[in-house]
């Protein structure tokens, strides 16, 4: 039939329904029939604006029950018509779905012996609420068969009918295991005396195929009865079904519920697992441990502890710390003293979810000079322990304590970001022992601030070795780099130069050099004058090392004029650093600056650094700067690099030029991107 003699057919039977509309206010937008009489012939992949004109109706109609009734009784009547398309028929479906009540239970349960549209029927009746559509659904159980019962079996489960359970169950018993499983299922989902009674008897009699549907089905009736408030007739089930001619699967998922249902019950399966060989048990039982709650709980498996294997002890051991159960500490203590390494570094982690203040002295020294499997956990555990008080307590281990448990607690306070131990770590950077004054340093960098920057400063002109001295420079950079005041926060290393000497005051110079500033810049300055070569070379340093541009121009002296090769190559290496810094600096202005470090390179280690440069800046002359080094086999592949990106920028510039470079970077590299934009930005030159 021609597609608009249908639609004209659709359209009295579209206009009927107007007479539906009780009062003006109440009706539809007036351009819903002319709508629906498209939505009658539509096939898939046709425009949807009629479906979308259909959609928006409905939104419109929300909280206009006649004016909803109306629409209603349109889509019904659609699909009811014998010219409405099946594509048709199937959103009609989806809509009514949305929208219609008990009316619609008849139409829809046409639909369910429709190999086709059976399922978009089962959409309408999974969703209509009352009791109609329930009865529509268990009327079609007799009469269908294979995958369109599975289908209705399948949505009276979603609807969770429990009035629905006996015609269900009837068919668990089905020849066709696809439709016995989602009898099954179907069952599960409802829950239920009923649902529960008739899958307990089918457990003993389901065959192989259908046995797991079974299972899944009598443990999520379970589910049902924790959720309702009946553990205990829950529990039950669950006991049942971690008998061991189960599935593992099957017992695991009956112990897990057990866990939640009835924890006392489940602690003599929890223990068997954990005493067994298996350990994939182990660890599941492992797991659920920690949803155990109760002293009585705790209390049987610390006693447990010492009568399992040692993988078991530390599993449990684990799951016993994460409980955070203070009865759990008496377990830790004794476990760290067992001959196993893995249960005494969980014992040790685990004293940081259940250790007290008590246990400082404990951990730190364990940490300092336990044996070498157990320093580390010890350690962990020691910079995660929240308790009241730690922090003192590791404090007052300092205070004679040996060489290697003073190292320890440092390192743990600076771990712990204890900024109350800050003047104890200012001490203890002064210790006659250097491996103490180190670690007192890296502490201090990771917790002191800016006020302690004086200090500090002291600290690093005082260094006594070259490994200390380093230290403090890290440390001192990194605390008073945190300061906001650029000129004031080098005041207190300016203010130490002239009396250091000379190792010191050359890391002064570097730290200044990172930290920058006006008062910085003179003070390094000056120093490049100094007659003492290590001073001045320093100095040259503390410049290569500043954080911007200002001191593009002492660099490129520097690269020209400075007194050692490797000076010159430091200097030049960082003018092209600082010249690439972001600023608002004009590209010309930029090219010359790369054109003049290009003069002084010699090596292709500083040419790269001027390619990467130049590929950054928007001027037609990079391109050709980039494209003089195309014959430059040490440097090609990144002027080949620079060409290409200078020339998506600025290429239209010069297209001649551009189109030559371009053209030369494609004989020059075997790149496949670089010669795919190539070859495309030569399209545009032309």
Request: with cysteine.
């Amino acid at each position: 039939m021609n597609r608009w003699m249908a639609a004209a057919g659709v359209a009295c039977l579209v206009g009927t329904c107007g007479a539906l509309f009780a009062a003006e206010a109440a009706a539809p937008p007036a351009s819903l029939d002319e709508a629906l009489k498209q939505v009658a012939v539509y096939k898939y992949g046709d425009s949807r604006k009629a479906l979308i004109d259909t959609e928006a109706a409905i939104r419109a109609s929300f909280g206009n029950a006649e004016g909803r009734k109306a629409i209603v009784a349109k889509l019904l009547a659609l699909l009811g018509a014998a010219e409405t398309t099946p594509d048709a028929k199937r959103f009609i479906c989806q809509q009514l779905s949305i929208i219609a009540g008990p009316e619609a239970v008849p139409a829809a349960a046409k639909l369910l012996p429709d190999p086709d549209l059976s399922h978009s029927g089962r959409t309408i009746l999974e969703r209509v609420p009352g009791p109609e559509a329930a009865a529509a659904l268990r009327a079609a159980l007799s009469s269908l068969k294979e995958k369109l019962l599975i289908g209705v079996l399948n949505t009276i489960g979603e609807r969770r009918d429990k009035d629905s359970a006996a015609d269900v169950a009837k068919f668990l018993g089905d020849a066709d295991a696809g439709v016995a499983s989602a009898a099954a299922t179907a069952l599960g989902k409802i829950g239920g005396a009923d649902a529960t009674k008739a899958l307990a008897a089918a457990r003993a009699k389901a065959p192989a195929a259908v046995k797991p549907a079974v299972a899944n089905a009598y443990l999520r009736c379970a589910d049902h009865l924790v959720a309702e408030g009946k553990p205990a007739e829950a529990a039950a089930i669950y006991l049942e079904m971690t008998d061991a001619k189960e599935p593992k699967n099957v017992r695991i998922a009956g112990l897990r519920g057990l866990v939640v249902a009835d924890s006392e019950k489940a602690l003599p399966l929890i223990t068997a697992a954990l005493s067994g060989d298996d350990p994939e048990m182990q660890a599941i039982a492992t797991s659920f441990l920690r949803d155990m709650k109760g002293a009585a709980v705790i209390k049987a498996f610390v006693e447990l502890l010492p009568k399992l294997k040692p993988n078991a002890q530390a599993l449990v051991i684990a799951a016993l710390a994460d409980t955070g159960d203070a009865a759990a500490r008496p377990a830790m203590l004794a476990s760290v003293k067992s001959d196993d390494a893995a249960v005494r570094a969980a014992a040790l982690r685990g004293l940081a979810k259940v250790g007290t203040v008590e246990d400082v002295a404990l951990l730190a020294k364990t940490a300092a000079a336990g044996a070498d499997t157990d320093k580390a956990p010890a350690a962990e555990s020691l910079t995660r322990l929240a308790v009241q008080g730690a922090d003192e307590a590791m404090l007052k281990l300092l205070d004679g304590a040996d060489v290697p448990l003073r190292t320890a607690v440092i390192r743990t306070l600076g771990a712990r970001r204890s900024a109350a131990a800050t003047p104890a770590l200012l001490k203890a950077a002064e210790d006659a022992d250097e491996t103490v004054r180190i670690e007192a340093l890296k502490a201090l960098e990771a917790i002191a601030d800016e006020k302690t920057a004086a200090a500090l400063v002291k600290l690093l002109v005082s260094a006594k070795t070259p490994n200390e001295r380093a230290t403090a420079e890290k440390t001192v950079f990194t605390v008073v780099n945190k300061a906001k005041d650029v000129e004031a926060r080098v005041e207190p290393l300016l203010a130490a130069l002239p009396a250091a000497a000379t190792d010191a005051k050359c890391a002064l110079l570097r730290v200044a050099g990172r930290l920058g500033g006006a008062k910085a810049l003179a003070a390094i300055r000056a120093a490049l004058k100094d007659q003492d070569a290590a001073i001045k070379d320093a100095a040259i340093r503390a410049l290569a090392s500043w954080p911007d541009a200002t001191v593009a121009a002492d660099l490129l002296d520097l690269a020209k004029n400075a007194p050692q090769p490797t000076q010159k190559i430091i200097a030049l290496q960082n003018y092209i650093r600082v010249v690439g810094l972001p600023s608002d600096r004009p590209a010309d202005a930029t090219l010359k600056m790369y054109t003049e470090a290009m003069e002084l390179a010699t090596r292709p280690d500083e040419k790269r650094l001027i390619l990467g440069g130049l590929g950054q800046v928007k001027h037609i002359g990079a391109l050709k700067m980039a494209a003089a080094c195309l014959d430059d086999k040490a440097v090609a592949n990144e002027a080949c690099v620079a060409v290409v990106a200078v020339a998506k920028e600025v290429g239209t510039a010069d297209k001649a030029a551009s189109k030559e470079a371009l053209e030369k970077v494609l004989q020059t590299t075997k790149d496949k991107r670089l010669i795919n934009d190539a070859r495309g930005l030569i399209g545009r030159m032309k």
